[in-house]
T-cell receptor
């Protein structure tokens, strides 16, 4: 079945450690996105990529980094510079174009202790 | 820049009752509008979208939405709510040149 995989579903890290969240898609989509979701805040865009080896900052990119070395993969690193990293992180992808339907992964809940 | 407001943070309706979730957008040109639904602890799923044409849009799961340019609104409706509709609903607006902007969501509770 085609879809988006995010792993793990729950992730715990100690404060000060970098952590990388995985996002893989087998939908042959060109564009991929990372969102952060906090209660009452909706979805806020962290980074997005419309093509391999290229990505753009979203609204809240500070303290995060990404790479897009393969079309299928768009990992997100939460660095120690991110002041409040505990949140629910969602990855999404869509066919070429910013208006095509986004397909979402199941999310990763990151807790920093 | 575009923005989306969902005025209702939480709505409770009885099973079988009708539902309307409000969405107001701000965008200078013709907007592209979306409604997504999120079950607890899950990703989002597209319910419906409006790009142009008929202002009443039909979606999945029996939902519909009406685009009203004069009111800058794109409200989501369902004639009869089922318990399985309990979820969080997000309205989003796009321009084609920048990524979608999502509202903060409305949580729907359904009571017997």
């Amino acid at each position: 079945d085609g879809g988006i995989t995010q792993s793990p579903k729950y992730l715990f890290r100690k404060e000060g450690q970098n952590v990388t969240l995985s996002c893989e898609q087998n939908l042959n989509h060109d564009a991929m996105y990372w969102y952060r979701q906090d209660p009452g805040q909706g979805l806020r865009l962290i980074y997005y990529s419309q093509i391999v080896n290229d990505f753009q900052k979203g609204d809240i990119a500070e303290g995060y980094s990404v790479s897009r070395e393969k079309k299928e993969s768009f990992p997100l690193t939460v660095t120690s510079a991110q002041k409040n990293p505990t949140a629910f992180y969602l990855c999404a992808s869509n066919r070429e174009g910013l208006l095509n339907e986004q397909f979402f992964g199941p999310g990763t809940r990151l807790t920093v202790l | 820049a575009q923005s989306v407001t969902q005025p209702d943070i939480h709505i409770t309706v009885s099973e079988g009752a009708s539902l309307e979730l409000r969405c107001n957008y701000s965008y200078g040109a013709t907007p592209y509008l979306f409604w997504y639904v999120q079950s607890p602890g899950q990703g989002l799923q597209l319910l419906l979208k409006y790009f142009s044409g008929d202002t009443l849009v039909q979606g999945i799961k029996g939902f519909e939405a009406e685009f009203k340019r004069s009111q800058s609104s794109f409200n989501l409706r369902k004639p009869s709510v089922h318990w399985s509709d309990a979820a969080e609903y997000f309205c989003a607006v796009g321009s084609g040149n920048t990524p979608l902007v999502f509202g903060k969501g409305t949580r729907l509770s359904v009571i017997a």
